[in-house]
């Protein structure tokens, strides 16, 4: 039976494509995952809205004409795009705000992806993962764990604790457009789309941030969150 989701808590959520097919094709599917969260992340109902777009990013001042300001149904705390996953770490705020978010996300996603590519039936392998965090040692981790997914490209001895060059795989990561990791060190990427306050608060601001995120890629602890990486 599926955790009953509870305003106020934090979640990690992960979906991967059916058969752990790749979701993302090119960075025009990125982009368009990135609009997404940005645009079906409202209690309002989705209609005439239209972004603006600037050097392919969101921009956070939406176009709307005779509509409400916009009501989050969670917030964002960080995420990541692989090409056959995704992660986030939320924060609902309605105790059904985390489905609805969920459900409008996969199935406005699934219908671009699908007219684009001429294909039909599910993208996604099913409803979506989640687990609660309701530890604050697990919380300490897991944005770092969720942010260094992006090494299993290039760098999947990370795991096991076996890079050679940390400063190419932090390279690596500071070039990896599709997460949250760049805005949480103060480069904007996608500024809108995450509430980074609360962790920001919770790591010491962006400074202590990076080099936290970088001594945990030095010794990297993921058996202390394998309960809550959701990952088969």
Known sequence: ????IIAGNIYH????????????LNDQDY???IHDLFE????????????????????ARRYIEKSQPRKLLVDILAFCLMPNHYHLLVKPRSDNGLFKFIKRL?????????????????LFEGRYKSI??????????????????PLDINFLEWRDREIKDYKKAINF???????????YIGQKNFPSITSREFLLEFFGGTEGYKKSIN????DIEVDKIKGFILED
Do not use: C, Q, T
Not at 1 to 4: A, F, S, V
Not at 15 to 24: A, E
Not at 40 to 59: A, C, R
């Open 31 to 33: 982009f368009r995952f």
């Open 173 to 183: 990561l500071e070039n990896y457009r599709w997460s949250s990791h760049l805005d």
């Open 1 to 4: 039976m599926r955790e009953k």
């Open 215 to 218: 001594n945990w890629l030095k």
């Open 106 to 122: 996969n199935m406005g996603y699934s219908r671009y992806f699908n007219d684009k590519n001429k294909r039909r039936g599910a």
């Open 13 to 24: 959520v992960l979906n991967r494509g059916v058969d752990k097919r790749k979701i993302f």
């Open 132 to 149: 609660a965090i309701k530890d604050e040692s697990h919380l300490i981790h897991l944005p770092y764990y969720i942010h260094l997914n």
């Open 40 to 59: 079906f992340n409202d209690v309002n109902p989705i209609n005439n809205n239209f972004y603006k777009f600037n050097n392919n990013n969101v921009s």
